[in-house]
């Protein structure tokens, strides 16, 4: 299955953005080769750009606390573990106190190496970091691996209580959703929202077989889903005219 996932406000569109570049980043810094470290770099850089965008501390730090009063109220609910929600609630807090100890905003600390700016101020331009442009960069990606690595682990160690902060209040989002077996009639899905609740992620899970991709848009009070043809020949697509199943939850 395919998942598909749409914000339905600014943070967690950014926060969804920061979890897909702090995931690729995971998977480039284990690896050897210059070229994946040179795009891990890229990444770090891609964060710092994405995190500076929005008051991202301030509004994690608000997100963890209301997360926290939130799992609070549920003290005393038979049905609750309380031994996983005290874990749960640690870790809020752990997330909490990591970001409250950061000076600045998403990497602040990492503006203060000059080396890095002066690859940064490169890397955007096609072909910018070519050894003529920036021969200790070069020299850099010439260095044993494991020591590119134990830089860039010092490097995204200083992002590491963002990652962590996103990545659990992300998971307790999409833990509020119940999964639902819906179908678009004739390649389309209008559903109405239920009133009184705020939705902030729309989750939606497709069989690959099927060979269509969705369009979603939505808003507080509708959410809307036309599935497209791929062709193979990828060239553009085309609205799909199927009786079409699919999972869709939604997260608030």
Request: proline residues 6%; charged residues 25%; hydrophobic residues 40%.
């Amino acid at each position: 299955m395919i998942l598909y996932e749409y914000p339905f406000n600014e943070r967690i569109r950014t926060y969804l953005r920061l979890e897909h570049l702090f995931r690729r980043l995971g998977e480039l810094v284990p690896r050897s080769h210059p070229i994946d470290h040179h795009y891990a770099l890229a990444t770090i850089f891609e964060v710092m750009d994405v995190a500076a965008r929005a008051d991202l501390k301030s509004d994690v730090m608000k997100d963890l606390e209301r997360q926290k009063q939130t799992l609070n109220g549920y003290r005393g609910n038979p049905a609750i573990a309380e031994r996983v929600l005290d874990e749960v609630v640690a870790k809020l807090d752990g997330g909490f106190t990591a970001l409250n100890n950061l000076p600045g905003k998403a990497g602040q600390a990492l503006t203060e190496n000059e080396w890095l700016m002066s690859v940064r101020s490169r890397i955007g331009i096609p072909g910018g970091t070519c050894e003529f442009d920036l021969p200790a960069y070069y020299a850099w990606q010439h260095r044993d691996a494991h020591l590119r690595q134990r830089d860039l682990e010092g490097w995204a160690g200083t992002l590491a209580p963002f990652a962590e902060s996103i990545h659990l209040l992300l998971k307790l989002l999409r833990d509020s959703g119940t999964p639902q077996k819906v179908i678009a009639s004739h390649g389309q899905l209008q559903q109405s929202l239920p009133q009184g609740r705020t939705f902030q992620l729309l989750r939606l899970r497709l069989d690959p077989a099927l060979n269509v991709v969705p369009e979603i848009s939505g808003n507080r009070l509708m959410v809307s889903v036309r599935l497209m043809k791929q062709e193979e020949a990828i060239d553009r697509l085309h609205p799909s005219t199927d009786n079409t199943p699919f999972e869709l939850t939604l997260c608030s």
